[in-house]
């Protein structure tokens, strides 16, 4: 009797054991792979900040390299449209002011958006006169591309042909926030203090574009702007060759 009774718990305890087992194999895997396949949060990567591009040179001496953007949202100009840009430009440098024009029109007919023909345009209409047709569409430039130096520095211009001393400053300088090795700002804003006698603001404002390109001093020599300060030793000394 008493060994019956043994027989039946070790057979029940070998059963128990059995199930036991087996479902710590099928659980087991499972959990571990459960653990493999839980999805983890990709590590953030910061977007990189494209350099700042060069600005383009506003003297009459040499063409402004392509400026790129950070910015995607600035229009990109039609390649054909900144062709006729490009060649309009080598003539407005020449002051050959109707032709350029002509060359700014086309590349506009191709592209309304260009805003690089928009600006040049401008600063053509203004130098023969019509400033405020030329300042609206510079404005209209800057508005398609806030972040383009040259159409700030044409806005410097338009106004200084205009008579408009204060807002031509201020665009300058604008211009020089956002690039300050951008000699003809410097230059604008000095050849404006020059017309109002203002030797001390001249100094300051001419030093460093002559710093950036010794050859304005030959130009500073020449400039009619100057007239009213041309006879300062200090003047006299900073553009001395």
């Known amino acids: 009797m008493v060994t019956r009774s043994l027989s039946r718990f070790v057979l029940s305890a070998c059963v128990i054991l059995t199930i036991a087992t087996g479902a710590v194999f099928y659980l087991l895997p499972k959990y571990k792979t459960s653990q493999i396949n839980t999805p983890t949060s990709p590590a953030s990567t910061p977007t990189p900040t494209p350099s700042p591009s060069p600005s383009p040179s506003p003297s009459f ?7 790129t953007h950070s910015d995607n949202s600035v229009h990109v100009s039609n390649p054909k ?10 003539l407005y440098y020449q002051r050959q002011f109707p032709e ?9 007919a191709i592209d309304p958006l260009c805003y690089e023909a928009l600006n040049a345009k401008g600063a053509t209409l203004a ?7 030329g300042l ?8 398609l591309n806030p972040a383009f130096v040259y159409g700030h520095f044409n806005l410097g211009l338009a106004n200084e042909l205009a008579g408009r001393w204060d807002p031509a400053i201020a665009a300058y300088q604008r211009a020089l926030q956002l690039d300050d090795h951008d000699t003809w700002s410097y230059y ?3 050849s404006i203090y020059g017309r109002l006698g203002k030797i001390d603001e001249v100094l300051e404002y001419l030093q460093p574009a002559i710093a950036l390109d010794p050859d304005v001093k030959a130009v500073a020599r ?4 100057f007239a009213p300060v041309r006879m300062d030793p200090r003047f006299q000394t900073i553009v001395k060759s």
């Open 61 to 67: 001496a040499s063409s402004p390299p392509t400026e």
């Open 81 to 90: 449209a900144l062709t006729q840009y490009e060649q309009g430009l080598k």
């Open 100 to 108: 350029a024009l002509d060359l700014f029109n086309q590349a506009l």
């Open 127 to 133: 130098f023969q006169g019509e400033h405020e047709q």
């Open 136 to 143: 609206a569409l510079i404005q209209q430039a800057l508005v």
């Open 188 to 190: 604008g804003i000095a």
């Open 222 to 225: 020449d400039e009619k702007d």
